[in-house]
């Protein structure tokens, strides 16, 4: 396996054993750097951040810390090894062996699924560029462009696939891949969600919380796929995915610290009064990102995630291991539709719900997080609770985007979402607070008034490290 290589693309795929693509990828990697230069981290290019650079799959080799300058981290292309003999293990055809090449009759499918998925990476540091300035440590500017390199590198493994195994389609959408831009009203990004500002930290770490956990979703259903080259990118992005998750978790979670004992300083409990960000604020912004995290995962009925499971190239999270049954036939599930005005729940074949079965699972997931920050907030010894709102609430996708709810899914009418839904998503005027708040702190072991230290540091580093280097 490649250690530290001296290639211009550094890989375990055998790059140099195949020309061709070789040079597919080393014309798109100056395409690559100009993107990144004029869309990346905005400033902060010059200075020596404390990264950690998969430089192999192998344990402990994906994880090289070392202070590099962003435009110097070696973005590589890293899949997990193969495993010999995998077979279909779901779908229509369970006991046939995975596939090497895409099959004619899935190119279209699978062109779509990379292409959206590998849409959201560069869309996400779109989304953070600006945040540099207004960083509340360097613990957090390093996380920050971690992240940031980190989905760079997604865009890779996604490129990867195109060039390799779509010809010249597959080279045309890795160039679009660096055309499109988030927010861009001409080319947006194609997913709803990526389109969205993430103008402070607070909508950072609830981004990296609940939409950074789409991803793990998303790349868990795909590391089941009987093509076997996605699988295997999938499994080891997931690797890289998990510290994403945990910068929005503890992020969040060091934010509520804060907030809890600034109310406790303060006579009327009010955190922002006390320059915090009171618990209300963040629940809305709980709201807002939480349910534009819901519609990633398509519609409630979906006969595109039908197919894709039919194919064997989509499957639930854990497929393989949490169940029994794999064909998907047979069987139906509940699902919630608005008709005439009234919420009804009708069955419909398992296959067709696979898209709201992922979402069951990151739900979940998403209130072990939120089960965790209450209590903070109860070990403070203060009653409030910080709540995932309904999933029929702030819908763009699916069956709830033609009506409007209250958080706990009652029905509106549209007057009444109108008079109340500044009760309940964020308001211009929680903008303005939440950015009046973002004062940089660049200096090591300081932070932000607004927001608790971490437990620790990075990689056995303390919190006072000089996480970025800034030139002298
Ligand atoms: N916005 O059949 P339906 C990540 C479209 S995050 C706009 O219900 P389907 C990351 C849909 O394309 C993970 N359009 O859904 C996180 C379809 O269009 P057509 C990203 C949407 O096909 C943080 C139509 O509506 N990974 O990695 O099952 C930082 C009907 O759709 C949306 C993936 O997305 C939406 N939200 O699609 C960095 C995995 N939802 O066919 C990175 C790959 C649906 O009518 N993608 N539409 O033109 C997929 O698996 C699927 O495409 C979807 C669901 C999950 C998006
Ligand atoms: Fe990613
Ligand atoms: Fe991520």
Known sequence: MSQISDERIPNNVDLSGDKRLQRALEQWQPHFLDWWKQMGPEGFQGDDVYLRTAVSVEPGGWAHFDHVKMPDYRWGIFLEPKQEGRLHHFGDSIGQPVWDEVPGELRNMLRRLIVTQGDTEPASVEQQRHLGSTAPSLYDLRNLFQVNVEEGR??????????????????????????????DSDRPRILGAFNEPTSHWLSFFMFTMFTDRDGKYQLSALAESAFDPLARTCRFMLTEEAHHMFVGETGVGRIVERTCELMKQDPNEDARAAGGIDLPTMQKYINLWYTLSLDLFGGEISSNAADAFAAGVKGRYKEATRYQEHTGLGATRAVEEVQGGKVVSSDVPLRNAMNEILRDDFVEDCQRGVDRWNKTIREAGLSFELKLPSRRFHRQIGAFAAVKTDPSGTLLSEDEWNRRSGDWLPSEADEVHVKSLMQPVHEPGKIAHWIAPPRRGINGQPFAFEYVRRPG
């Open 154 to 183: 997604h865009l890779w493994a996604m490129v990867y696939l195109l060039q390799r195994y779509f010809g010249r389609d597959g080279r045309e959408e890795a160039e679009e891949l660096l055309k499109r831009r988030s927010g």
